[in-house]
């Protein structure tokens, strides 16, 4: 049972450059999220998904899309990197009502 | 809207000492859940206990408890007979039922436990 996969683990990326962050979980969870992390500002909500097909934006989510296509997939795609952007992304999953997240690793992204 | 405080940016204990991390909450909700995560300096993040906003009793998972005062808007976490590898950063987090059924997150504590 993997849980909850990030990838990749490392990024560095250009200003302007596009990538996709990629999150599955085999838990069968209707529940995904992306959160990024920044010192001093705990984790800020980027987007999240209440199941297949459905998306909602969370507390800072410009510059960032997400789609949820398949139950297991929530990808995070930045169209054009900005410096702002540098950050430790976290994706989450749960099931819905009352349970907690179960976090991946978590990606660190550097843009120059 | 939701929105977690933690007003405590850090801390330093006592090892074996018992420490009390405060959170408080706002929310029109009258079903939400309450979550305190530790996160230590590997980066990975620990779930450690729940409260629902209909429980009567304070939740408790071996030496955390979670204090909950559903008036005053608050969920302290408290970690009985501290421990060095208690040293982490801590979470406060909200979940609201309804549509809108995304989880927030507070700034965070700091625990430095000294020997």
């Known amino acids: 049972n993997a849980g909850v996969t990030q990838t990749p683990k490392f990024q560095v990326l250009k200003t302007g450059q596009s990538m996709t962050l990629q999150c599955a979980q085999d838990?069968?969870?209707?529940?995904m999220s992306w959160y990024r992390q920044d010192p001093g500002m705990g984790l800020r909500l980027i987007h999240y998904s209440v199941g297949a097909g459905i998306t909602d934006q969370g507390e800072v989510p410009n510059g960032y899309n997400v789609s949820r296509s398949t139950t297991e997939d929530f990808p995070l795609r930045l169209l054009s990197a900005a410096p702002s952007q540098t950050s430790v992304y976290f994706c989450?999953?749960?099931?819905?009502?009352?349970?907690?997240?179960?976090f991946g690793s978590g990606t660190r992204l550097t843009v120059v | 809207a939701q929105k977690i405080t933690q007003t405590q940016p850090g801390m330093f204990v006592q090892e074996k000492e018992a420490v009390t991390l405060d959170c408080t909450y706002d929310?029109?909700?009258?079903?939400?859940?309450l979550f305190w995560y530790k996160q230590p300096s590997s980066g990975e993040m620990i779930f450690l206990i729940y409260?629902?906003?209909?429980?009567?009793q304070n939740a408790t998972e071996g030496r955390y408890s979670l204090n909950f005062q559903k008036a005053r808007k608050s969920a302290n976490l408290v970690i009985s007979a501290s421990q060095l590898g208690d040293s982490a950063m801590y979470f406060c987090a909200m979940r609201e039922g309804g549509r809108d059924d995304k989880i927030i997150f507070g700034k965070g504590t700091r625990l430095h436990i000294l020997p």
């Open positions: 409260q629902g906003s209909y429980d009567e």
């Open positions: 838990m069968n969870h209707e529940y």
């Open positions: 929310t029109s909700d009258q079903s939400y859940g």
């Open positions: 989450a999953s749960s099931k819905k009502a009352g349970t907690h997240n179960t």
